[in-house]
């Protein structure tokens, strides 16, 4: 309490010796000051100006340790989701042998169990090859050797030439070529040589979760009955034991086996139709990407691409859309039309047109449409 007194008091005897000085030595000090804080603020701005900062790199700065954050965390998630996808899958196809299986043996007609038989096991393989290759096969990224690479733009974070339709993946830390997006089920970028394989297995599982809802409906039906029948019974057995002894309780009236076989075709229903409708809204929505020929980065760009010309009274065209049906052809590989059985229907390796760093007519477009390029 002293010592701010004492404080108070010399503050108090500097400005009235401030004030008994002369005008001009007055004046004097006030430029000394003001120089002083022109200097200081000089010096602060020669440090931190940057005459390319605004306020979305201010904003981008200040994310910048929750961009981190969310890169790292979705690397290690992508282990557990590609844990999750093998294990739900796993689950669903065990209950389909254990469960399902015997009933359509024992009940259906031949033709029936032929169908389902061929069917079933089509799209599992389908789904396997897909999938095993999408996580496995590497979306492409720029070479090293930088000599022969016709760079479009520098990327940033590489500080390299980043080739056209390329983008920087920050949880993968590289440019991926004809990148799509990053993908944690997959814990894989989806890019040019692993696009095909994404989706293929995107439809493939919304078709095998249809089918399994389909082929599933009635049985669903009849064990979420018996579950509430159980649940009442359980209920009534539970009043009766707490008005008997021990020796006098009924037996439970559904066996262990029963309760399991009812639970899990619940489960297998209740899972295959949500992810039927969640997949299958996200496969339309690729479909309607590979129709117009756009990776779905592209489609943002090419948004605001497209409402910049329009200002200007221009017409934006997608330099590497070949039309809608050659797009799909372009995307599957599909060169001649016995590839539509050997590389659409069954699993196929092949390899996408082009290196990605440079995007030439391939073989199988028809026609070239007029100016390729954005005017
Ligand atoms: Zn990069
Ligand atoms: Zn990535």
Redesign the pocket.
């Known amino acids: 309490m002293r010592s701010r007194q004492r404080m108070f008091a010399a503050v108090m005897r500097l400005l009235l010796k401030c004030l008994r000085l002369g005008r001009r030595r007055r004046f004097k000090l006030v430029r000394q000051v003001e120089q002083l804080w022109h200097y200081g603020h000089l010096c602060l701005r020669s440090l931190f100006y940057n005459s390319f900062t605004d306020s979305d790199v201010v904003l981008d700065s200040l994310f910048e340790p929750v961009y981190w954050l969310v890169d790292h965390v979705t690397r290690w998630f992508g282990v557990v989701f590609v844990a999750l996808v093998i294990g739900l899958t796993s689950s669903i196809v065990a209950i389909v042998y254990i469960c399902l299986l015997p009933l359509i043996l024992q009940t259906y007609t031949p033709a029936w169990i032929c169908w389902h038989l061929a069917y079933g096991h089509w799209n599992l393989i389908m789904i396997v090859f897909h999938y095993y290759m999408a996580i496995t096969t590497s979306p492409g990224h720029p070479p090293q050797a930088k000599n022969d690479l016709t760079g479009v733009s520098i990327?940033r974070?590489?500080i390299?030439p980043?080739p056209a339709r390329t983008h920087?993946c920050s949880i993968c830390n590289?440019?991926v070529l004809k990148m799509d997006h990053h993908c944690p089920w997959l814990n894989n970028c989806v890019g040019h040589y692993n696009h095909r394989y994404f989706f293929s297995f995107c439809l493939f599982m919304t078709m095998g979760c249809i089918y399994c809802s389909i082929s599933g409906w009635e049985m669903f039906r009849d064990a979420y009955a018996a579950i509430e029948r159980m649940k009442l019974l359980e209920k009534e057995r539970l009043q009766v034991a707490a008005n008997q002894t021990y020796y006098q309780t009924p037996p439970p009236t559904f066996s262990f086996r029963q309760r399991a076989f009812h639970k899990s075709v619940v489960y297998l229903w209740v899972l295959c139709s949500s992810v039927a409708l969640a997949l299958g809204a996200l496969t339309l929505w690729h479909a309607a990407l590979i129709t117009r020929g756009e990776t779905s980065i592209e489609r943002h760009i090419n948004r605001k691409e497209r409402q910049r010309l329009q200002k200007k009274g221009k017409v934006f065209r997608n330099p590497y859309s070949y039309g809608s049906w050659d797009n799909w052809k372009v995307f599957l590989g599909v060169d001649v039309p016995r590839h539509w059985l050997t590389r659409v229907l069954l699993p196929s390796p092949h390899l996408p047109h082009g290196t990605g760093l440079s995007w030439d007519l391939p073989p199988c477009v028809t026609e070239q449409r007029a100016p390729l390029l954005a005017i």
């Open positions: 990327c974070k590489c390299a980043k920087h590289r440019c």
